[in-house]
Every structure is written in C-alpha cells, then in structure tokens.
C-alpha cells in the first residue's frame, strides 16, 4: 500500500497559477503510476494527469494540455502538478492516486482544495 499526502491547492484569479505536489510513502514505487485527478462538485472524478515513476511518460487530459505539467523528483518520493493560466472550470478537489504500472489507481491522498475565481 501506498500513503500519500497532497498540498500546494488555495484560491486563485483565473490566469493564475499553482502548484500541487504529491509526496509518496510505504513502498517502493518504481513500478508504480502516479496521476492526478479532480472532482468539481456534483460531478464524477476525472482525469488530469499521470506519470509513470520510473521512466517519466506523462499524459494529459485534453483539457489541461499545455496548461499543466506533471514530473517527478524521485530523490523527495514526490510527484508535482504545475498548473497555469487557471480557468474557474478547473476548480474542484484535487486527488493524488497511485496505480500499479497499468492496473487501477488503488491509493488515493485526501485531496486538496483548488478554487479558480473569475
């Protein structure tokens, strides 16, 4: 089992920027997908991001391209999410999961709060 911890989400005015990290413990990661993920509220979970731990592949929602970055810095165990020129649409809870290689993402942190303001 993966712990994991989010931070860095606030409010901001819309072209704002922020970035959210993901710190990871309990195993080794190496085989693991790290993603992120957000919920606005009375919607679904939806995809964001991921990035594969070992060998830093990252994909993207269509709706974030060229305005987010994922990467990882493996010597802090710990998975970021650069996200610029905000929209209010990209305001929701932000989640950090972890899925093993290909598998289901099976550990999730307690999300964090980004709010876009218009």
């Known amino acids: 089992q993966v712990q994991l911890g989010e931070s860095g989400g606030g409010l901001v005015q819309a072209g704002g920027s922020l970035r959210l990290s993901c710190t990871a413990s309990g195993r080794a990661f190496y085989s693991y997908t790290m993603g992120w993920f957000r919920q606005a509220p009375e919607k679904e979970r939806e995809f964001v991001a991921a990035?594969?731990?070992?060998?830093?592949?990252?994909s993207y929602a269509d709706s974030v391209k060229g305005r987010f970055t994922i990467w990882r810095v493996t010597a802090r165990n710990t998975v970021y999410l650069q996200m610029n020129s905000l929209k209010p649409e990209d305001t929701g809870v932000y989640y950090c999961g972890a899925a093993l290689g290909d598998g289901a993402y099976g550990d999730w942190g307690q999300g964090t709060q980004v709010t876009v303001s218009s």
């Open positions: 990035i594969a731990w070992s060998g830093g592949r990252a």
